[in-house]
């Protein structure tokens, strides 16, 4: 089994937030799955569309939601007896994305990977021995 190490002390907060949505299959695979939910979804489209078991996608929607990847139509306070359609927070996700190509890979690296430059293993690519 891969050994887990510690973050480096430098590491910026939303960085982390970033390795846990990102970093995670099942989290991957609930933002994916939303994409393609313009409109948005219930917890039991998800549950369809994944093939994964409620009580698996339950808590990683909870906590998508709870980092801000995730929205819903109805508050958390307020969900009694009611469904919740879930849709993917894009914005959030871009900034995420953002934040961790801009700390793995440095300020320039943005527009290059985000903004189509990289097409794939080239020398050139920021960070590239």
Known sequence: ?????????????????????????????????????????????????????????????AELEQLGVVGADIPPGQRQGRSVRYSVTRARVAELLTTWVTHTFGPGAVGYFLGGGYLGDHDDAPGAP
């Open 1 to 61: 089994m891969p050994k887990k190490i510690a973050p480096p002390a430098d590491r910026p907060e939303e960085v982390e937030v970033a390795i846990t949505v990102f970093g995670n299959e099942v989290k991957n695979e609930i933002v994916r799955c939303l994409a393609g939910f313009p409109e948005g979804a219930f917890l039991g489209d998800v549950v369809t569309r994944t093939a994964l078991p409620r009580s698996t996608v339950a808590p990683h929607l």
